[in-house]
């Protein structure tokens, strides 16, 4: 049973570019929420989608965009990079609004903004 | 509000020596409490988790933690600590409040093992 999944890697960007990060979730999971982990600092909540909507939202700005497909993949999109965008992204899947909010993470896209 | 307070920020421990790392929350309903430990450059893996019940809970690698109701406590500990368990280890607490389903973290507890 694969875990969840994220593409890519690594990435790295310049100011001002645009940026998408890509997860997989767990096998039988179909919510998707994304997470900002800056150096030396705990995950930070940016949104979490949910039958392919944004069902909740951390305080991030409009820059951060997202998506869930049919297949309950997901994608984080980030416009107008700015250095302090500069962070490790962690995916977490979940069963529906699980009342337990039990969340499998992914290993993270490493994003550096020159 | 909802928080989650690690007050230790960096802890070193001797090789087979006990550890106990400290969690305090802050929420009016039954929380939902979690301990994951995460790897320079990876991800995170759950230890542990409570949802009701035995408030002794036992996780993955040896560890244990207990939940304290009064003392708003969730602390991790493990009797013998393993080269190996060095890394940052993240406290949180579920929120599930109608629509309101997210993780809160805590700060992380950096752990270093010496020889």
């Known amino acids: 049973d694969a875990g969840v999944t994220q593409s890519p890697t690594h990435l790295i960007k310049t100011r001002g570019q645009q940026v998408t990060l890509r997860c997989s979730p767990k096998?039988?999971?179909?919510?998707v929420s994304w997470y900002q982990q800056a150096l030396g600092q705990g995950p930070q909540f940016i949104f979490q989608y949910y039958e392919e909507e944004e069902r909740q939202r951390g305080n991030f700005p409009d820059r951060f965009s997202g998506h869930q497909f049919p297949n309950y993949s997901s994608e984080l999109n980030v416009n107008a990079l700015l250095l302090g965008d500069s962070a490790l992204y962690l995916c977490a899947s979940s069963l529906p609004f699980s009342s337990y909010n039990e969340q499998f993470f992914g290993p993270g896209t490493r994003l550096t903004v020159l | 509000a909802q928080s989650v307070t690690q007050p230790d920020i960096h802890i070193t421990v001797s090789e087979g020596a006990s550890l106990e790392l400290r969690c305090n929350y802050s929420y009016g309903a039954t929380p939902y409490l979690f301990w994951y430990v995460q790897s320079p450059g990876q991800g995170l893996q759950l230890l542990l988790k409570y949802f009701s019940g035995d408030t002794l809970v036992q996780g993955i690698k040896g560890f244990e933690a207990e939940f304290k109701r009064s003392q708003s406590s969730f602390n991790l500990r493990k009797p013998s600590v393993h080269w190996s368990d060095a890394a940052e280890y993240f406290c949180?607490?579920?929120?599930?409040?109608?629509?309101?389903?997210?993780?809160?973290w805590g700060l992380g507890t950096s752990l270093a093992v010496n020889p």
């Open positions: 096998s039988g999971h179909d919510t």
């Open positions: 949180a607490v579920g929120i599930n409040a109608g629509n309101n389903r997210k993780l809160i």
